[in-house]
């Protein structure tokens, strides 16, 4: 299979210039698994992208939480796919659920962003997940398939997508979807792929959980064979991020 495990963090709409700098310099100095076994990717808001891009590791790479679905222009507030790569930022978060639920972002248009983003050289942390009543009747691969599927009608290479399934009710509640239901989802989706795209797409696609992750939950979740890593918010402000990237441990012993 060969999939390394992939732990990005989601610094949301959080931080100032001091406190981002007390993150950098404690990811900075935690001792984690090698490049090798694990790929780390953090993402700070906008406005710190260059200060944690010239500060970070070098192990360890920048995310932007979000970019326009086309070239630049009249679009007040946005921050162009061209822009980051000019920086040198080489990954995005699209499709996040709190952009698809608070600004009204469709599956179509979280398709045509992803393949902007990806038209351009980055790579592409594409979120997809359910909500708490869509899972409570039963529709959560419906759900999740048609987010799939919205990106997959504009995207036929997925080598630079890493593909992040995040419950909604899972995110910020400190509700954790169980090792098994994230397995499930997990292997569901996989099999979507064999179907919908390739059977070398299904066995090299990297599927990361997010929702509540922490350094209490995310060893047992890691041992699953379909959770290839995590997409971590509010732990990943924190000391116990380290914890989590050491999680990619279980993987390697599996």
């Known amino acids: 299979m060969g999939r390394k495990f992939f732990v990005g963090g989601n610094w949301k709409c959080n931080g100032t210039g001091e406190e981002v ?3 950098v310099s404690t990811l900075n100095a935690g001792e984690v698994p090698s490049g090798d076994v ?6 700070p808001p906008f ?9 970070l590791r070098p192990d360890f ?18 921050i162009s796919a061209e822009m980051l790569v000019n920086l ?8 996040h ?34 909500t708490l009543e869509q899972r409570e009747s039963g529709s959560t691969m419906e759900v999740v398939a048609a987010q799939t599927k ?13 593909l992040a399934y995040e419950p909604v009710w899972a995110i910020g509640t400190g509700k954790v979807a169980t090792p098994a239901q994230a397995q499930e989802v997990h292997s569901e989706l996989r099999n979507w792929f064999q179907a919908n795209a390739s059977p070398e797409v299904a066995a090299t696609i990297r599927i ?17 064979p379909d959770v290839d890593g995590f997409l971590v918010g509010g732990a990943s402000l924190k000391p116990e991020f380290i914890d989590i990237i050491k999680s990619a441990e279980v993987k390697k012993n599996c």
């Open 208 to 224: 990361i959980y997010g929702g509540s992750v922490s350094g209490a939950n995310c060893k047992e979740l890691a041992a699953k």
């Open 38 to 43: 694990v790929e780390v990717v953090v993402s």
């Open 47 to 55: 406005v710190f992208l260059p200060l944690v891009k010239s500060t």
């Open 21 to 23: 700098k007390k993150i």
């Open 88 to 95: 040198g930022i080489p990954w995005v978060i699209i499709g």
């Open 150 to 162: 919205a990106i997959a009608d504009k995207v036929s290479n997925w080598a630079n997508v890493v």
């Open 61 to 78: 790479h920048v995310a932007a939480q979000n970019c326009w679905v086309k070239k630049g222009g009249a679009f007040t507030g946005e």
């Open 97 to 130: 659920s709190e952009r698809r639920l608070l600004l009204n972002e469709s599956n179509e248009f979280v398709g045509e962003k992803v393949a902007y983003a990806l038209s351009k050289g980055l790579k592409v942390i594409a979120c997809v997940g359910e």
